[in-house]
């Protein structure tokens, strides 16, 4: 008997050992559990709904926030979705806050901008952020109400959304809300309180609106490619507003070379389809069509007429876009063109539109193309005339203006009965032959102003303009330059006027678009801060590259 008690003592000690082992292991597997989830950061996209129309991925965000924030271009950025950039600042350089970023946006996170979130149809700038097993110390943390300033609201499903009052934004009823999926920090910047719970139902396949994972965009699968640059995204160009005029991309896809405090250095992809061109640099006629326009441009686009079968096949069933298409476009068994350019002028260069005989300014137009000599440009102007008045029965006849010996130019007139003949003849459409170009102006007089001034004693300037210096910077088959807070005036102008056209005509049904107008318009105030941008479109390799510089 004694034998048999001493021998169960070492039996006991192992039973309790290997219990304690298990225990260990389950108190192990727990904290792994809490601690850990399996790193799948293109589970991110399953949250972002399909109809994001800009979307960005970022590295360790948290890490590069107070100097991403300095930007000029971010600043605009944050500025447009109702942010408070010097409160944003403020609350950056707190040594709290610094370390919560470091916890929720070390690794990858997806920022998006969605024009209509959810069932409200409300605009939204939403966030993923993978946070690995912080996600279950969050729902612990926020569970014991350790984290007072989010304030949780229970939906009709039991689930938990959690919101802050946004009190460092520029909307009164801002509200930033967040959710908490399986390693993953979603978060939203909207009207509606509980807007995150939306990007659950996405991840969840439970919303209307599918993920942009399960859509298939094609960043979705370069999240995984940790070898690109730590800042990247692409612009979503589905159906919208003059969208059957215009045949874009799909997908721009799109990578931050740099950062600087004043400028933004971006390249972008695409598909384009287009044939490759020599460098606009090099064309020898750009010299005098610098000479003619100087710096008078707000904004200007350079390229070669054949692209305009690429993004603009269908211009013929547009109005104006049928003028464009006859003035870029080379005539059957004629030489293709080398270089066509559009630009936009306000300022003193405006046209009026009369509204109810209340002259209302609008921007001026104008289009042109390189032509092999005088001759070659007004036989191409006077070809124009004839076709426009065999289509529409306009009556249009050019009367000659005097403007030195540079140039010819005509005023286009109307000789039939209808609104275009009623405008006095300073608004109406003119044309210009010099020895290189053919050049049409929605607006004769600002044409004729312009002309005026190289005959003038700016005519043998030498200096080239801004665009074209920042044209010469690289190489480009096609290029645009943009005179961001010129622009952006001339153009709100022009939309004030379209709102009140609409408002005139129904103010009930026009609502939404009124309201578009006046968002749109608030993007084209805060990216006045940006100063310039200038596009360089390079087609020598198979998927076309665009550069980027927006700012100086």
Known sequence: MMSNADGSQPVRRKGQAAFAL???LLIAGTVWWTLSVPHEPGRLYDAIPANAVLVSEHRNLGGRAPALVENTLVQALLTAGGVDVREAQKTLRDKAVQAWLRRLLAHESVVAYVPALGFSGQPAWVFASWIGGWSQRLRWQLALDLLPDLQPFRCRDGRFVWHLATTGTNRANATLSFAIEEGILLGC?????????????????????????????LAASRLHDRTGPP???????????????????PFLDVELERLAQNAVYVNAYADCGLPPAPH?????????????????????????????????????SWPAGRILEEVLRTPDGEQAAACA???????????????????????????????????DGLSRALRLLDRLNADWRLGLVPKTVSVGDRYLAAVVESTANNVYA????EDRAGYAVSDNWLIVSSNAKALLAILARTNGEEQDRVEPSAWRRRLCEHGAAAYGWVDIPRAGETVARALDIYALVLSLQDATSSKQVRQDVQRAKDWIRYAG???????????????????VRAGE
Not at 203 to 216: I, K, L, N, Q, Y
Not at 349 to 357: A, N
Not at 422 to 425: A, F, K, L
Request: proline share 10%; hydrophobic share 40%; net charge neutral.
């Open 22 to 24: 298990l225990l260990a």
């Open 189 to 217: 910047l909207s009207e509606n309180p509980t807007a995150a719970r939306f990007l659950v139902d996405v991840a969840e396949r439970r919303a209307s609106v599918p993920s942009a994972r399960a859509a298939g965009t």
């Open 231 to 249: 800042d990247r995204g692409w612009l979503n160009f589905g159906p919208g507003p003059g969208a059957p005029h215009l045949c874009l991309p």
């Open 280 to 316: 606009m640099g090099q064309q020898p006629s750009l010299a005098e069509l610098d000479r003619i326009l100087g710096d008078t441009p707000e904004a200007i686009c350079l390229f070669p007429p054949a692209y305009i079968d690429t993004f603009c096949p269908r211009l013929v």
């Open 341 to 375: 350019f559009v630009a936009l002028f306000g300022g003193p260069h405006t046209g009026s539109f009369h509204l109810h005989v209340i002259p209302l300014k609008v921007p001026t137009l104008m289009a042109g193309v390189n032509t092999a000599s005088r001759k």
């Open 422 to 425: 009623d405008c006095p003849i």
């Open 529 to 547: 801060a940006v100063k310039t941008c200038s596009l360089w479109l390079d087609t020598a390799e198979q998927a076309s590259r665009l550069r």
